[in-house]
C-alpha cells in the first residue's frame, strides 16, 4: 500500500479541525483540501476512498496530466487550482471547480472575459497578501475595497471568498494577524456586494489556528501524504 494508514490520518484531521472549530466559535464547515501535488493519480484514489472529495494542485499542468489517469468512482473529484494562473492559461479553468489565486488586477479581467466568452463565471478566490511578503503574489489589504468594487460588475468571475498563506515559520501570533487579515478581506468583499463566504487558508503547519480564525477550506498535503521529495 503506497498510502498505508492514510484513512487514519484523514480521520484524525478531521478530529482536529473539529476541535478547532469548536476552540474557535465560529461555527463554519471546513471543506479538506488534500493537496496533491508531486504525487501521483493514486493519491487522488486514496483520498477518495478515505471520503475526500476535493484535492488541490498548484500547477495547471501538473493537473492536467494528472485527471486523465485518476480511475474508478475518484474521476468525479472535484479539483482546486491552489497556485498561481498565468494570463494565457485562463481557459484550463475548465478543468477545475474553483480557483483560489485570483492575485492581480488583469489576472482578474483575463478569467472574466473568459467566463463570458464560455457563457458561466468562473468562481474564484482573490488571493490576499496580509503580511505584505515580496515572495508572494496577492493583493494587499488596503487594495481589496477598491477590486472589490472593480470587479462587482464583471459578471464573467464570481468572487466566493478570500485565500491567504501565511509566512512560512511564522508564530502563532503572526498566524492569527495573517488569518485574521484575510477574514476583514472577505468581509469587505461581502460589503461591495460579493457572495464571498469562503476563507480557504491553513495548511500542514497551520490549519488549527486557520481553522480557529474561521477558515472554512483547509488546504493540507504533507500532514496526509508525507513530506515531498521535491
Ligand atoms: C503545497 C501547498 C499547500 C499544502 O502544503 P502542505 O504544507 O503540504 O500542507 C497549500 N497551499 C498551497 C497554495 C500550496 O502550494
Redesign the pocket.
Known sequence: MPFSGFDDRVAELRGTIAEAVRRGGYGQDVRLIA?T?TYGADAVEAAWLAGIRDV?E?KVQEALDKQPAVTGDATAMRWHL??HLQRNKVKFLDRFTLF??LDSARLADAVHEFGERRGAAVDALLQVNVAGEETKGGFEPSEIGKEAERLRPLAGVRLIGV?T?APFGAGEAMLRRVFAGARAARDSLVLAGHPARELSMG???D?EVAVEEGATMV?????LFGT?AT
Open positions: 493537496v501535488k488541490g498548484n491552489i497556485g483560489h489565486a485565500m498563506m495548511m500542514s503547519s490549519y488546504r493540507v498535503g504533507t500532514i515531498r
